[in-house]
T-cell receptor, first 112, second 113 residues
Framework: QKEVEQNSGPLSVPEGAIASLNCTYSDRGSQSFFWYRQYSGKSPELIMSIYSNGDKEDGRFTAQLNKASQYVSLLIRDSQPSDSATYLCALKVAGSARQLTFGSGTQLTVLP | EAQVTQNPRYLITVTGKKLTVTCSQNMNHEYMSWYRQDPGLGLRQIYYSMNVEVTDKGDVPEGYKVSRKEKRNFPLILESPSPNQTSLYFC????????????FGPGTRLTVL
């Protein structure tokens, strides 16, 4: 089992809809969770970080973390065509300086 | 503007010819790291540094060297590049010494013939 699993997609939603991206992980020692957005040919861009159970909202983005069930999700409200990108889930184990462990990414397309 | 810069952005070279990819950040970040991104394999860490003169291996360090002589700079050195090092390389930095909330540079696309 991969350490971080994401639905590979592609995921298509109409403009204005809610896009839901999910990520599960296997290491219970994971404590820091991140969502990155990556446009084709560009670098990953940090859009959300979440460290404790529950919801964290930032504009149209909401990250949800459930450590007991070992999943983290990202909701994008009022999706726009400019949100079309690959979304990468990443995590870090507490107290470790080693890498962010990335999922393989979910490709999102928002249809006008 | 706060940023991570990498040079060159594109490089085509031949097997065995030593090269250096530079990385610099202007945010006074403690942590810096190098990743490579390959289709089907995702992002994988090569090396990281928690502070000046402190570096350690990531998951795929073979064939690479790094140094951290100054806080702002973290060059990646390929002493003898091989075709399997053809990849998209990203430098990243973080205010946090453990590397939470890493910010990525624009990437360097390397082709080794």
């Amino acid at each position: 089992q991969k350490e971080v699993e994401q639905n590979s997609g592609p995921l298509s939603v109409p403009e204005g809809a809610i896009a839901s991206l999910n990520c599960t992980y296997s290491d219970r020692g994971s404590q820091s969770f991140f969502w990155y957005r990556q446009y084709s040919g560009k670098s990953p861009e940090l859009i959300m970080s979440i460290y404790s159970n529950g919801d964290k909202e930032d504009g149209r983005f909401t990250a949800q973390l459930n450590k007991a069930s070992q999943y983290v999700s990202l909701l994008i409200r009022d999706s726009q065509p400019s949100d079309s990108a690959t979304y990468l889930c990443a995590l870090k184990v507490a107290g470790s300086a080693r890498q962010l462990t990335f999922g393989s990414g979910t490709q999102l397309t928002v249809l006008p | 503007e706060a940023q991570v810069t990498q040079n060159p952005r594109y490089l085509i070279t031949v097997t065995g010819k030593k090269l250096t990819v530079t990385c610099s950040q202007n945010m006074n970040h403690e942590y810096m790291s190098w990743y490579r991104q390959d289709p089907g394999l995702g992002l994988r860490q090569i090396y990281y540094s928690m502070n000046v003169e402190v570096t350690d291996k990531g998951d795929v360090p073979e064939g690479y060297k790094v140094s951290r002589k100054e806080k702002r700079n973290f060059p990646l050195i390929l002493e003898s590049p091989s075709p399997n090092q053809t990849s998209l390389y990203f430098c990243a930095s973080s205010w946090d010494r453990y590397g939470n909330e890493q910010f990525f540079g624009p990437g360097t696309r390397l082709t080794v013939l």
